[in-house]
């Protein structure tokens, strides 16, 4: 009995060391190719530890395609998307946590329906629904799509309706309506939940891919994502300046991650699952 409960925390540790392992290692052979010697890359012989050193794939990667350009459309899409998201996401589950109407319940069990749809499917109705906007080729017609996530609204109202209606009671009695409610106590306490949900809908926007393919078709309007795209030919594919490219792609939203974790679990956790 003893034994058996000694061992538990070390089965634990082992796997979750060993779960991020698995995450870890693709990570550091991108970073490890993207400065390793051409001949290097392509041997068909992994090489771990590169004989050099050397940041020729970055340079040639900075000459020969827009990369700046690229990193500026993707942080425009995310950044627009994460606002537009934080914006309308409030006022709706507001809505769907505090307010008491016919149906609240209904709506929101679509919404959590809406989550087991797959993003590839809404493709084709989307693409039709945004050329009639007259919105193709612009960053709104990726950021909006973005921003109607089902999972957004179901994170801030699972916050939202933890929240204890004593606070809520006590400024009614003051005679706040439910926009002094929502600005001056409900979005103050639930600031550990919108840093969550800010950091999923950035790095979700950064990484996006497929929609923004079907959406972006010029070139001036490229992401990071379709631009490294362009580095795979039918015949040749670049690896060392696709690992190059794929490293300084991952780099910012892998700061941003590392840097306000601490926020996403809390806002996560704090959530909860409540009817």
Partial sequence: MRRSSALKPIVKYVLYYGLALIWVVPIIWMAVTSVKPTPEVMSFTPHW??????????????????FFLWLANSFQIALLATVITIVVTTFAAYSLARLKWRGRNAIFAMFLTAMF?????NSIPLFFIVKDMGLLNTFMSVALPLSALPVSLFLLRQFFINIPTDLEDAAKIDGCGHLRILWHIIIPVSLP????????????????????????????VRTLPIGLK?????????????????????????IIFLLLRRHVIAGISMAGVRR
Avoid: C, K
């Fill in 49 to 66: 530890i590169p004989s050099s050193l050397t940041l020729e794939h970055f340079w040639a990667l900075l000459e020969r395609r827009p």
């Fill in 117 to 121: 749809i797959p993003w590839e499917i």
């Fill in 193 to 220: 939940a919108y840093g969550a949900l800010a950091i999923f809908i950035f790095i979700f926007a950064w990484n996006e891919f497929f929609w923004s393919l079907v959406a972006l078709q010029r070139s001036g």
């Fill in 230 to 254: 362009t580095l795979v030919a039918a015949s040749d594919i670049q690896y060392d300046l696709m690992m190059a490219g794929s490293f300084m792609a991952t780099l910012p939203a892998l």
